[in-house]
């Protein structure tokens, strides 16, 4: 694999000055596992890319892809001197065992960012849309896998 430059894939606003990290249940009726305050404001999304080579059995060649690997939120263009680990309320890392996930659910391999108050909003917003037809959105978009890029007249979520 060959680590491809990082670009720009968006932004995330946090008006509320509380980032919300968690799978993609954001809100899962209590809230999101991990919130982290930073200052209100919108953040640079960047995507992390590969590139790698594997043979193609169905068109018996060898074919050349991209794909993306993780995603970074900018909060601030000054390098990090210092990091500790995103913990949830009952995370306690004197605790740890092997084997024991912390932080939020990782079955799907999939990870959120979102200002923490916007998790019922857009649920409701999305019940409004797809469940009854009342049309309060800009737009949404089908990414994959029933994951849904949501565009407000407030932004993109």
């Known amino acids: 694999m060959t680590v491809v430059e990082p670009h720009r894939v968006g932004t ?14 954001i809100d899962h009726g209590d809230g ?8 209100p404001g919108e953040y640079v999304l960047d995507e992390a890319l590969v590139r790698f080579s594997y043979h193609c059995e169905w068109r018996d060649a060898e074919v050349t892809t991209t ?5 970074r939120l900018l909060v601030s263009e000054t390098p990090a001197a ?7 309320p009952d995370d306690d890392p004197r605790l740890f065992i092997e ?12 990870g959120c960012f979102a200002d923490a108050g916007a998790g019922e909003p857009l649920i409701a917003l999305l019940e409004r849309e ?3 037809g009342e049309s309060d959105l800009d737009g949404y978009e089908d990414i994959d896998d029933g994951f849904l890029k949501i ?3 407030m932004g993109p979520y």
């Open 130 to 132: 797809l469940i009854r």
């Open 32 to 39: 999101p596992h991990i919130t982290v305050p930073v200052p």
């Open 67 to 71: 794909e993306p690997m993780a995603v």
């Open 151 to 153: 565009v407000t007249r």
């Open 12 to 25: 995330l606003r946090v008006p509320s000055g509380l980032l919300a990290v968690s799978g993609p249940d």
């Open 82 to 88: 210092t990091w500790e680990m995103a913990l949830g």
């Open 99 to 110: 084997q024991r996930i912390a932080g939020f659910d990782t079955d799907g391999a999939t």
